[in-house]
C-alpha cells in the first residue's frame, strides 16, 4: 500500500472536513490502494498551525504555506482557505508537481479560475475541486437512475440551496461578505454547489437569466480568524459594508434542451442546509433534500395509475459506495460521509493514474455560470455560457 503525504493549507471549517476525511477514508474504504498520511498543516499563524497539527492529527505545522509546496516529501497539497488564496496556491503546488484538492468555488474571480484550469491542463497529476454533495449517495443514485433511463428523456431540473445563518443583521462581517475575498454571495458560496450538481445529473448549463438581491447592506466587524457563520452575534461596534449578494435566481437553460431553475440564499429563516433538487422527466421524477439525505424520492410513470406515486429509497449497502458506508440503509448518512467518499475517489486516482471528477475543468465551467449569472443580473438579459475545452 503507497503512503501518501498530504499538506492541508486552512485549518478552519474545511479544514476539520478534510482532516476527517482522511481519517475515516482507509476505516470506510479497505482494504485501500493509498494510505493518507497527515503530514503537515498550514495555518495563518504559528500558534493556529500548532494547535491545528495537535487537534487534526497533523505531524508537521507551519505558518508559511509555501514551505508545503516546497517540501518534496509532500505528494498532495490540500487547499481549505478563503477563496482569494485558492488560485495562487493551486498553480504553485501543481508547478512543483503536487497532486491537488481545491475547495469551491475553484475562485474567487473568473480571471484566476480560468488560470487554474490552463495550468491544471497541462500538468500530469491529479486536480480536484471539492464540491463534495454530488458523493452524497442518494444524490449518486439519482445520476444512476438517470443515466440507466428510469426517468426518460430529462424535461427540467429545479435546484435550491436556502440557509439561514447570515439572516440576522448582527451576524459578522465574515470573509464571506466581501467581493475581494469571497468573490460573490451566495452565487458562489452556495449557489456553486447547485450548479455542479445540475452538471452532474443533467448536463452544462448552456443560457441563464438572473436576479440578484442584497438584503443587509452592512454587517459589524468581525475581529478575525475563521468564519463563525452566523454563531457570534455582535450587537454593538463598528460595521462595514457588504458588497456581494445575498441571494440569487436564476433560470436556465441546458445544452441537452432542458430548462430549469436555481435558487439560493443565505437570508431563509428556517432553512440550515435545505439543497433540493427535482427533476422531471419523460418517464419520471426523482426528488431530493440534502436535509433528509438518506432518502431518494422516485416517482415511475410505468408504475400502475392506482399505485403511482412518489416512494423513497433509503441508501444504504445497495447504493452507490453502500459497501464501504454502514451496513443498515438509514442509519445516518452524514457530511463527514460525502467528504470521506470524496478523499477515497481522489487518491483512488492517485493510486490507478486515473482521474477525477469534478476536476479544474469542472471548476471553471461553473465558475462560467457564476459569473454569466451576475453578468445577467446586472443587464436583465438572457446570457449565454461558454463551454471550457477540456
Ligand atoms: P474558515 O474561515 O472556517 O477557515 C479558513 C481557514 O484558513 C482559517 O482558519 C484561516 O485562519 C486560514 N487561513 C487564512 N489564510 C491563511 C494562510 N495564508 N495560510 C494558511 N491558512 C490560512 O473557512 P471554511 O469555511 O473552512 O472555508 C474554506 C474554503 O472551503 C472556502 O473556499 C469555502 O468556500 C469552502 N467551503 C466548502 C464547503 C463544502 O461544503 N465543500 C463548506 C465550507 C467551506
Ligand atoms: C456557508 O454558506 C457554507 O459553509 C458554504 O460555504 C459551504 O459550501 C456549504 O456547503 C455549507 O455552507
Keep these: ?56 492529527g497533523f505531524a508537521g505545522s507551519t505558518s508559511d504555506w509555501r514551505s508545503i509546496i516546497d517540501d518534496p516529501d509532500i505528494d498532495v497539497v490540500d487547499i481549505a482557505t478563503p477563496n482569494n488564496l485558492h488560485a495562487e496556491m493551486a498553480i504553485a503546488a501543481l508547478r512543483a508537481g503536487k497532486h491537488v484538492i481545491c475547495e469551491k468555488p475553484l475562485a474567487h474571480t473568473l480571471e484566476d479560475a480560468e488560470r487554474m484550469h490552463r495550468v491544471a491542463l497541462e500538468s500530469q497529476t491529479v486536480n480536484m475541486v471539492a464540491f463534495n454533495y454530488r458523493r452524497t449517495p442518494a444524490v449518486a443514485l439519482a445520476k444512476k437512475y438517470i443515466e440507466e433511463g428510469a426517468i426518460g428523456d430529462i424535461l ?15 451576524s459578522p462581517l465574515s470573509w464571506r461578505f466581501t467581493k475581494a475575498v469571497a468573490g460573490s454571495g451566495a452565487v458562489g458560496d452556495i449557489l456553486s454547489h447547485v450548479i455542479d450538481l445540475a452538471h452532474y445529473l443533467v448536463g452544462d448549463i448552456a443560457e441563464v437569466t438572473s436576479l440578484t438581491k ?32 445575498d441571494e440569487v435566481m436564476t433560470l436556465v437553460k441546458f445544452r441537452g434542451g432542458a430548462v430549469g431553475s436555481l435558487e439560493a440564499t443565505r437570508n431563509a429563516w428556517g432553512r440550515n442546509n435545505f ?7 419523460t418517464e419520471g421524477s426523482i426528488a431530493f433534500n440534502y436535509e433528509n439525505r438518506d432518502e431518494l424520492q422516485v416517482c415511475f410513470r410505468s408504475d400502475e395509475g392506482d399505485r403511482r406515486g412518489f416512494r423513497t429509497v433509503y441508501t444504504g449497502p445497495n447504493h452507490p459506495n453502500g459497501h464501504a458506508l454502514w451496513p443498515i440503509p438509514a442509519l445516518g448518512i452524514g457530511y463527514g460521509e460525502t467528504k ?36 445577467s443580473a446586472e443587464s436583465g438579459a438572457w446570457t449565454s455560457v461558454p463551454e471550457v475545452d477540456r
Design 1 to 56: 500500500m503507497k503512503k501518501v503525504n498530504v499538506g492541508l493549507i486552512g485549518g478552519g471549517f474545511m479544514g476539520k472536513a478534510h482532516s476527517l476525511a482522511y481519517a475515516g477514508v482507509p476505516m470506510f474504504f479497505w482494504p485501500a490502494d493509498v494510505m493518507p498520511v497527515k503530514h503537515t498543516i498550514a495555518e495563518a499563524t504559528p500558534e493556529l498551525a500548532a494547535d491545528a497539527a495537535t487537534r487534526f
Design 156 to 170: 427540467n431540473f429545479r435546484g435550491t440551496y436556502l440557509q439561514d445563518w447570515s439572516a440576522d443583521p448582527n
Design 214 to 245: 442584497t438584503y443587509i447592506k452592512d454587517r459589524p466587524v468581525q475581529s478575525s480568524g475563521s468564519d463563525s457563520l452566523g454563531n457570534a452575534k455582535v450587537d454593538s461596534g463598528p460595521r462595514a459594508s457588504v458588497d456581494v449578494d
Design 275 to 281: 439543497i433540493t433538487l427535482e427533476i422531471h422527466g
Design 340 to 375: 470521506i467518499i470524496e478523499a477515497n475517489d481522489f487518491f483512488t486516482a492517485i493510486a490507478t493514474g486515473g482521474e477525477v471528477r469534478p476536476n479544474f475543468a469542472d471548476g471553471y465551467q461553473v465558475a462560467l455560470v457564476e459569473h454569466a449569472i451576475l453578468e
